[in-house]
């Protein structure tokens, strides 16, 4: 955590530049940047100038640096600086490029709390979905409490390792619409047939994130129709919100006038402040039962796998198929609608891996998150999108401390009540659901296939398995092509009639 001197620097630093298209970022945090008139990246914050040194220039500039002077060098790129889009323009950085910030020094009291919110969010309904597939397949307690150990330490290590690679909020997490899928499937095979499904479904989704071609295809969805498929995804938590009126109208309201409050005066704390007048108000309200806690470590069960074909078939493909369509697809979509430009090969691959190496204690799957995603990826964590990776980082070693303790992480949430989740999960979104809405529809020759993917993607509705995120952004780039095609014909047929 930075000291009150770092404070002072982080808050000086945080001020967002002018965002010149010839500027490119420092470090690793960067943005895709513009080349200058000579042809070179020039350095941030830095107009492109002839009598300047571009970064691979000076003296001692490494590969660590991160800098994307060299072609094709995505893997380390974190904001994409589109000319003329000033909605997914990041801000400058002001640091000069040879200089690279550390984490501690990157640090804020504000990411570190979207972080610590994003899995208490991500571990509450989730998780309770997870515990119904596990009792579906009748599993033992032990099995059960070693693939939440499997499901959290999973998604900590690909957090916070990625997050601090690529300089980007990476926000992982365990399949929940996979966990649905096993709900009603997985008591027909046995635990140890399963394991090897589930091992299947990690290597095939390792195999699509190396060919690039899932990543190549989500760049192609127009900007408009990826922001309404994450507002989409944030409406059920915006009612929510308002929704626990009923069920603790205190919490709700205090809650909501602490963020409003908070944020006139300073933005990037209005969500801790929310959280904790939440908090404090239920904790007075008696009926909270904690006897289910059982504090101590989880231990995680190895089992070796059994391949069958029924398995395969039953169990890894849907699995497969599900956690692609409706977690990484929008999990990439909620990245760029923040203005991020990852590399989707390493992260897709990155996951496929982890769940594949999970699968013998009991982690079905684990993928990029998107609705929990939002809420370390947004404004709430830092006002400079260079520093909100350290959400990402946060987010990691909270999931891995949930994992230790997955026995008392269980018993904890089954304790709370669920408005309080409701009301924090509302709190946290309301910023990036306002932004997003925005951004759907700015554009008004795409505002018709905005408001198809955004009522879709809202709907909730779920066919073969496939959750309304996917279907949203299926039915929104539908409605774009065929706009798009009739206007074109259009726009032919004034030049044969004018002549």
């Known amino acids: 955590m930075a000291t009150a001197e770092q404070g002072a620097e982080n808050d000086a630093d945080e001020a967002p530049g002018p965002t010149d298209e010839g500027r490119t970022p420092s470090g690793r945090h960067g943005l895709s940047g513009e080349p200058g008139p000579s042809g070179q990246r020039t ?288 999990g990439l979509a909620v990245l760029a609608a923040c203005g991020y430009r990852p590399d989707d090969r390493v992260l897709i691959t990155a996951t496929g891996l982890a769940s594949t190496a999970l699968a013998p204690l009991g982690g079905h799957a684990v993928n990029l998150a998107a609705i929990t995603a939002a809420i370390s990826t947004g404004e709430e964590a830092h006002r400079d999108p260079r520093r909100r990776y350290v959400a990402g980082v946060a987010c990691g070693v909270f999931y891995l401390l949930a994992g230790v303790c997955g026995a008392a992480l269980v018993g904890l949430f089954t304790a709370l009540p669920s408005e309080l989740i409701a009301v924090v999960a509302g709190v946290a979104l309301l910023a990036t659901f306002s932004t997003s809405l925005a951004q759907a529809v700015a554009d008004e020759q795409g505002r018709d296939a905005a408001v198809v993917t955004f009522l879709t993607t809202a709907s909730g509705v779920t066919l073969g398995g496939v959750g309304s995120a996917c279907w949203g952004l299926v039915l929104g780039l539908v409605t774009h092509l065929a706009l798009t095609a009739r206007r074109r014909r259009g726009g032919r047929r004034e030049p044969e009639k004018s002549a």
Not at 104 to 116: P, T
Not at 177 to 205: C, I, K, N, T, W
Not at 323 to 328: D, G, I, L, V, Y
């Open 43 to 330: 350095p941030s914050g830095q107009p492109g100038s002839s009598g300047r040194r571009t970064p691979s220039e000076q003296p001692g500039s490494s590969a660590r640096r991160g800098l994307s002077e060299q072609p094709g060098s995505s893997a380390r790129r974190g904001l994409s600086e589109q000319p003329g889009s000033s909605a997914r323009r990041a801000p400058s950085d002001p640091r000069g490029p040879s200089e690279r910030r550390g984490l501690l020094a990157d640090a804020s009291l504000s990411a570190v709390l979207a972080g610590l919110i994003t899995v208490v969010v991500s571990c509450s309904g989730p998780l309770l979905v997870v515990l119904a597939a596990a009792a579906a397949g009748h599993l033992t307690d032990e099995q059960t409490a070693s693939w939440v150990w499997a499901a959290c330490v999973g998604s900590g290590v690909t957090c916070a390792v990625l997050s601090w690679w690529a300089r980007i909020p990476v926000i992982t997490a365990f399949s929940t619409p996979g966990a649905a899928v096993l709900v009603g499937s997985l008591g027909d095979y046995s635990y140890p047939e399963a394991v090897g499904a589930f091992l299947v479904s990690g290597l095939l989704m390792a195999l699509v994130g190396l060919t690039g071609i899932f990543g190549k295809v989500m760049r192609r969805v127009p900007p408009g129709i990826v922001a309404a498929m994450l507002a989409g995804v944030l409406f059920s938590f915006g009612v929510g919100l308002f929704s626990a009126l009923d069920g603790a109208p205190v919490a709700v309201l205090v809650s909501l006038a602490t963020y409003l409050a908070v944020k006139q005066r300073s933005p990037r704390y209005a969500v801790a402040w929310a959280l904790l007048a939440a908090v404090l108000v239920t904790a007075v309200v008696p009926g909270i039962d904690a006897s289910s806690v059982d504090i101590g470590l989880t231990l995680p069960v190895l089992t070796a796998p059994e391949f069958t074909g029924s398995a395969l078939v039953g169990l890894a493909v849907p699995l497969a198929v599900v956690t692609m369509a409706s977690q990484n697809a929008p």
